[in-house]
C-alpha cells in the first residue's frame, strides 16, 4: 500500500501537523497533572481527540485521494467525454498533485497546459511549499481573467483542484467567462474541485473553508452561461463537474 503522495501533500501541510503534535503532548501533560480541576482534564481529553482525530482523518482523506483512487491517472476522463478531443487544455496551480497526464491519454491530440498560481493572490501556505518543491508539469504561466488562448480553441477543457485557489470573487467570475470563451461549441469543461460540506468538515475541520460550496460552482457555471451536463464523485472528497455551453448556442442563427 502507498502513501506517496499523502505523505507529501501532508509535508506541504507540515506546520498544522506539528501544532497538532504539540497540542496532543500538551494536552497529555495536563491530563497527568495531579492536581488539574476536572473541567480542564475534560478540556484537555477533548482536546488531545479533536487534535488526533483531524491529524488521521485529514491524512486518510489524502490517501484516498490521492494513492487510492483513479484521480490522477485521468482515465475516468473517458467516460465523460464523447470522444478523443482534437485540443485539450489542461489548467492548474502547477503541481504534480494536480496534473492529469492527458498526452499519455489522448496521445494524438494537441495539449496546452496552463498555470494560473499567482503569490500574490494565491497565499495557502501549503501551496506556496508545495511550489517550491518543484518537480511540477511545464506549464505556460497564465491570468485566471485573462487566459492566451483563442475563442473557441480547446474541445476539452480540465481545470484541476485549482479553481478553489482562486480567492477573489471578481477573478474566479471572470475565469469562468474565460473557460465558456476558450471551449468549442461541442466541446466539455471538466471542473475537478473538493467541496465544503460535511464530509470535508469531518476530514478537514477548519481547513473545509478553503474550499467552495456546491452551489458556489454551480452559479458560477450559470453566470458565464455554461450547462451543468453531468458530475460524480470520485472519493466522497472529490466532485467532478462536466460543463458545456447550451445547446441554444450551436443553432444556426435564423433567417430573417
Known amino acids: 500500500m502507498s502513501f506517496t503522495h499523502a505523505l507529501r501533500i501532508a509535508g506541504y501541510n507540515r506546520r498544522l501537523y506539528a ?19 476536572p473541567l480542564l482534564r475534560f478540556a484537555a481529553c477533548a482536546g488531545i481527540a479533536v487534535a488526533a482525530w483531524f491529524s488521521v482523518a485529514s491524512f486518510w482523506a489524502f490517501h484516498l485521494m ?15 467525454i464523447p470522444g478523443p478531443p482534437a485540443r485539450w487544455i489542461q489548467i492548474n496551480a502547477g503541481l504534480e498533485e494536480t496534473t492529469l497526464p492527458l498526452q499519455e491519454i489522448f496521445p494524438n491530440s494537441e495539449g ?11 497565499t495557502e501556505p501549503a501551496i506556496t511549499r508545495a511550489r517550491q518543491r518543484g518537480g ?19 474541445e476539452l477543457v480540465v481545470v484541476m483542484l485549482a479553481a478553489h485557489e482562486i480567492r477573489d470573487i471578481a477573478v474566479r467570475e471572470k475565469f469562468f467567462h474565460e ?27 477548519p481547513g473545509a473553508f478553503h474550499f467552495l460550496a456546491r452551489r458556489e460552482w454551480v452559479r458560477l457555471a450559470g ?34
Open 223 to 256: 453566470l458565464a452561461g455554461l450547462e451543468l451536463e453531468g458530475e460524480r464523485h470520485i472519493t466522497p472528497f472529490v466532485r467532478v463537474f462536466i460543463l458545456r455551453l447550451p445547446l441554444a448556442s450551436k443553432l444556426p442563427a435564423p433567417q430573417v
Open 19 to 37: 501544532a497538532a503534535v504539540v497540542g496532543i503532548a500538551a494536552g497529555a501533560v495536563l491530563t497527568l497533572l495531579p492536581a488539574i480541576p
Open 179 to 205: 473557460l465558456a470563451r476558450i471551449v468549442s461549441p461541442d466541446g466539455r469543461i471538466v471542473l475537478v474541485e473538493h467541496l465544503r460540506d460535511l464530509i470535508a468538515a469531518v476530514a478537514f475541520g
Open 66 to 80: 490521492f494513492d487510492r483512487s483513479p484521480l490522477l491517472s485521468g482515465r475516468w476522463l473517458i467516460e465523460e
Open 136 to 154: 511540477g508539469p511545464a506549464a505556460v504561466a497564465a491570468q485566471p481573467d485573462a487566459l492566451a488562448v483563442e475563442n473557441g480553441w480547446a
Open 112 to 122: 496546452r497546459m496552463l498555470d494560473i498560481y499567482s503569490p500574490e493572490t494565491m
